[in-house]
């Protein structure tokens, strides 16, 4: 196993749950922490390690901040990833102290892991089937949502998306499943179909149609999210 997920293990079992301090152990002198940078600087595995176990109170201290919005492993396992490569990438000739750049990266590591998570939860919620309408159509939660009024910035994306379209059509769905797609929302002139009619049509069932519908939409959406 490499040696931050040996460390990253050994702190969390000392830590868990409290974020204790007294877990730790204390912060290196100035004078010392530039003589186990310089060796780390060097490639001494010994002096990395020693700023790492110096600087766990620092991760611990931030990661406090996010108590509550992920579990408490993943708090201090993310933040120790951020403290790691903080010692990895340190200059000492850029004028910051280790201190003020190592919480710069363990804050972002941090506010990295929750934007994914809750950009993850929001797909979810947003996608996943809530029940059907009259015609047996699939109804997402996305779907009766609605906005009074776009933002500008709304607006330039939604045309992006929209001149992105035709090449996502091209060359991000099968054949099958761009036919779908333009016959399903009506693109190029055609006339929106249900999709009960476009079962009919294409002679499957609409259970089937509504997961090829699903798998090319999320093709669509990562193609445009990238």
Known sequence: MHFFHILIIK????????????????????????????????????????????????????????IGTADNDDLLSVGTIGLIKAIDSYDHAKGNRLVTYASRCIDNELLMMLRHSRKYAREVSLFEPIGTDKEGNEINLIDIISQDEATILDSMVHTYHINRLPYCLKHCLSEQEASLIIRRYGLYGHPPRTQKEIASQMGISRSYVSRIEKRALQKIRRQLEA
Request: glycine share 4%.
């Open 11 to 66: 702190y969390i079992q000392i830590a868990r749950g409290l974020f204790s301090m007294q877990a730790f152990k204390k912060p290196l002198l100035p004078d010392q922490e530039e003589y186990y940078l310089k060796l780390c600087r060097a490639g001494d595995a010994d002096a990395r390690r020693i700023l790492i176990e110096s600087n766990m109170r620092l991760v611990a201290h931030i990661a406090k901040k996010y």
